[in-house]
């Protein structure tokens, strides 16, 4: 008897031993994403309720929220426009440097947050490459809510580009061909055929994008100013200075309600994707 055959009759399967590789990806599941989840339950509910709800209204903790919640969205619809645009153009033509271009895409991935926060500090400060020239019209870009989109930005278009590149690349073109030749406009033809397809893998690193702003804090920490006052303070940095104070309950408060947030967002999405893909069958 074949070891590597279904004893049910199914295809055969190239990882032998259901039960031990449902064991294996369970163990790892486990020590990498459920305790660690359980483990900011525990901590975050050594708080009273009344304790809590004074922790969240908190009005730092609270302009952390808005600041880090607001930021994290108005980047993500950035990068869900100019990241459609990017992989649009990496799948759709060819030219010299597409290559280069394709791989500076992962770039936000492999540089360190940190050197991130301090490169785009430096070229957006007063004096700064960038930063220079919006000052002199009187427009300050570090340490206010725009160098903070803009952290933002840079760390979250990879997301959009990889989620809805390969969706594109397997678009069958011949739908797109059929409408033009019905006498589709351009508008139309993206409206009508290639937009619908696009939706599910554009929404999805949309949806990342936001979680990834949610808890980011390296490029931020620089650029951000860290401005109480300024409202420039975000969420991941309050939580970093709880932990300086030894404060592991109300750090893990916090970070309770950004993790509700992320997974709230991620199922409504999921919720939409899977609602998409009903409609189309």
Do not use: C
């Given at each position: 008897?074949?070891p590597?055959?279904n004893p049910?009759?199914g295809?055969n399967?190239?990882?032998?031993?259901?039960?031990?590789?449902?064991?294996?990806?369970?163990?790892?599941?486990?020590?990498?994403?459920?305790?660690?989840?359980?483990?900011?339950l525990?901590?975050?509910?050594?708080?009273t309720?009344?304790?809590?709800?004074k922790?969240?209204?908190?009005?730092?903790i609270?302009?952390?929220?808005?600041?880090?919640i607001?930021?994290?969205f108005l980047a993500?619809l950035?990068?869900?426009?100019?990241g459609f645009?990017?992989a649009?153009v990496?799948?759709?033509y060819?030219?010299?440097?597409?290559t280069?271009?394709n791989g500076?895409?992962?770039?936000p991935?492999?540089l360190p947050?940190?050197?991130?926060g301090?490169?785009l500090?430096?070229?957006?400060?007063?004096t700064?490459f960038?930063g220079s020239?919006?000052?002199?019209?009187?427009?300050p870009?570090?340490?206010?809510h725009?160098?903070?989109?803009i952290?933002?930005v840079?760390?979250?278009?990879?997301?959009v580009v990889r989620?809805i590149q390969p969706?594109?690349e397997?678009?069958d073109?011949?739908?797109?061909?059929?409408?033009?030749?019905?006498?589709a406009?351009?508008?139309?033809?993206?409206?009508?055929?290639?937009?619908?397809?696009?939706r599910?893998a554009l929404?999805?690193?949309?949806g990342?994008?936001f979680?990834?702003?949610?808890?980011?804090y390296?490029?931020?920490i620089?650029?951000?100013?860290n401005?109480?006052k300024n409202?420039?303070?975000?969420?991941?940095?309050?939580?970093?200075?709880?932990?300086n104070y030894?404060?592991?309950?109300s750090?893990t408060?916090?970070?309770?309600?950004?993790?509700?947030?992320?997974?709230?967002m991620l199922?409504?999405i999921?919720?939409?994707?899977?609602?998409?893909?009903r409609r189309?069958?």
């Amino acid at each position: 008897m074949n070891p590597f055959s279904n004893p049910a009759g199914g295809r055969n399967r190239i990882i032998p031993g259901f039960g031990l590789t449902l064991g294996v990806t369970l163990a790892m599941l486990s020590l990498l994403i459920l305790i660690p989840l359980i483990s900011i339950l525990g901590h975050a509910f050594q708080l009273t309720a009344n304790d809590y709800a004074k922790l969240i209204t908190n009005s730092a903790i609270r302009n952390a929220f808005i600041t880090t919640i607001g930021s994290s969205f108005l980047a993500a619809l950035i990068n869900s426009v100019f990241g459609f645009i990017l992989a649009w153009v990496l799948v759709r033509y060819e030219f010299r440097g597409k290559t280069l271009l394709n791989g500076v895409i992962e770039l936000p991935f492999a540089l360190p947050t940190a050197v991130a926060g301090i490169t785009l500090s430096k070229l957006y400060s007063d004096t700064g490459f960038f930063g220079s020239f919006f000052a002199s019209y009187g427009i300050p870009i570090a340490y206010t809510h725009i160098g903070l989109v803009i952290a933002l930005v840079f760390v979250g278009i990879p997301f959009v580009v990889r989620s809805i590149q390969p969706v594109l690349e397997n678009l069958d073109p011949t739908y797109e061909e059929a409408g033009s030749m019905l006498g589709a406009s351009k508008f139309t033809i993206f409206r009508r055929i290639i937009f619908p397809e696009l939706r599910p893998a554009l929404l999805t690193g949309f949806g990342l994008a936001f979680a990834r702003g949610l808890g980011e804090y390296g490029s931020v920490i620089y650029i951000s100013g860290n401005s109480a006052k300024n409202h420039t303070q975000v969420v991941s940095y309050v939580i970093m200075q709880k932990l300086n104070y030894v404060d592991y309950a109300s750090a893990t408060a916090i970070a309770l309600v950004m993790l509700i947030i992320a997974f709230a967002m991620l199922f409504s999405i999921n919720m939409i994707q899977l609602w998409q893909a009903r409609r189309v069958q």
